[in-house]
Structure formats: structure tokens, C-alpha cells
């Protein structure tokens, strides 16, 4: 498996990022909203993980004061289970950190219960649900708090790195 560059999105990025958010989203963003996002939105930031110049992953955040609110995430399958997603959120943890943010939340799906373990694993803590949150399916979302990330950054300063790839099993296991 090649080296997999984390780094800030740019506008050569969208039509990549697109094309995975429509993959792994019933409601994906537009390419207008992702573009705002990119030139409208002064509070945001997002990162992509790119390897041999495709893109294989995103996430993105907003920042405000000592708050960082994370908006999406999707990791297309073939580099799932590598710690792509893991690594993503600690370098936007690090970026919402040099901007004096102090927390950081989320919203997940009820049963999206492969990001909850992502989350759970980077000290995000439920504290709360919106109930029938998402039109699609009627579910719940849990909203999660890390209300340290400098001490989640501490912990996990070395990044994840996998050399197994053992997606297919536990994927499997989740349906
Ligand atoms: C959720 C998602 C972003 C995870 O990306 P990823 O790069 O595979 O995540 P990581 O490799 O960093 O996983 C970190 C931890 O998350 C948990 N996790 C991730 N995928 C999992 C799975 N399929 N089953 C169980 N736990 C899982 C594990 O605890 C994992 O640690 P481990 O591999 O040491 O056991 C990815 O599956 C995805 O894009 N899903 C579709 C979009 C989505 O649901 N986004 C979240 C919206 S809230």
C-alpha cells in the first residue's frame, strides 16, 4: 500500500470528493454546497487523504471559538479499516487546536454503528440525541462531544497506521 498524504481540500479536489460523498451518502452534499464550503466559508477547513493522487478520503469542520463541529466524513472501501478516518480527524483536531478550539462535536446515525466505534475510539462521548434527525430513514442522530482534543491529540500523536486490511470481515459482520 503506497504512502497516503493527508492535506488541506482544494477546488481540484471537489468533483473526487463528490463522487465519493454521492457513494456513501443516501443525502449527499451538492458540488455547490462543497464549493461554498471551500470559498464562502471562512470557519471551515477540510482535509482530504490522497494516495497516488486520488483521493480516498475527506472530512471537514467548522470552527467557532473554542467549538469545532465536524460535518462529514466518508472513506471510500478499498482503504477502509486503515486508519485513514482516524488519522483525518487528529489533523483536523490539530488544525481546530492552533485555532484555540478546545472540543469538538458531531452528529451520527443510530445505526451507523462503525463511525460510532470510529468516534469512540477518539474519546468522543454521547450526550445527547435529535430525534428522527434524518428525513431519509426516520433515524435518531446521537450527538457526540470530545470536550478535550489536546488530550486526544497527546494520546494518539503517531497517527494509525495498518498494514492489515481487515475491513471485509468486520464489514461483514455488521449487516
Ligand atoms: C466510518 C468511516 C469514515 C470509517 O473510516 P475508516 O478509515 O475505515 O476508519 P479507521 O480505519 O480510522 O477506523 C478507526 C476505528 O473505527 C472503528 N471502525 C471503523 N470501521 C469499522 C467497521 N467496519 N466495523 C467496526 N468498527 C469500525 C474501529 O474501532 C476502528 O479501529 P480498528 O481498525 O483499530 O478496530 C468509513 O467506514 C466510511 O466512510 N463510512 C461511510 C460514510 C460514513 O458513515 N461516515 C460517517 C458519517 S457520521
Redesign the pocket.
Same mark, same amino acid.
Given at each position: 500500500m503506497n504512502e497516503i498524504i493527508y492535506r488541506e481540500m482544494t477546488l481540484s479536489d471537489i468533483e473526487q470528493v463528490y463522487a465519493i460523498e454521492c457513494s456513501?451518502?443516501t443525502q449527499p452534499w451538492s458540488v455547490e454546497s462543497l464549493i461554498g464550503e471551500l470559498v464562502r466559508n471562512n470557519i471551515a477547513y477540510y482535509v482530504v487523504a490522497e494516495a497516488d493522487g486520488r483521493i480516498v478520503?475527506y472530512a471537514g469542520i467548522w470552527v467557532m471559538f473554542d467549538e469545532a463541529h465536524m460535518t462529514?466524513?466518508?472513506?471510500i472501501p478499498e482503504?477502509?479499516?486503515?486508519?485513514?478516518?482516524?488519522?483525518i480527524i487528529l489533523s483536523m483536531m490539530r488544525y481546530a487546536a492552533g485555532k484555540g478550539a478546545e472540543k469538538m462535536t458531531?452528529?451520527?446515525?443510530e445505526f $451507523?454503528?462503525? &463511525?460510532q $466505534?470510529?468516534y &469512540?475510539?477518539l474519546d468522543f462521548r454521547k450526550v445527547g440525541i435529535r430525534k428522527k434527525y434524518y428525513s431519509d430513514t426516520g433515524e435518531n442522530a446521537f450527538i457526540l462531544w470530545n470536550d478535550d482534543i489536546r488530550s486526544t491529540l497527546i494520546k494518539n500523536q503517531n497517527g494509525?497506521s495498518?498494514h492489515d486490511n481487515?475491513?471485509n470481515i468486520?464489514?461483514d459482520?455488521?449487516k
Open positions: 456513501c451518502f478520503g462529514n466524513i466518508a472513506v482503504y477502509r479499516r486503515m486508519g485513514v478516518a482516524t488519522n458531531l452528529e451520527v446515525r $451507523n454503528f462503525k &463511525a $466505534n470510529l &469512540a475510539s494509525k495498518h481487515h475491513e468486520q464489514e459482520q455488521m
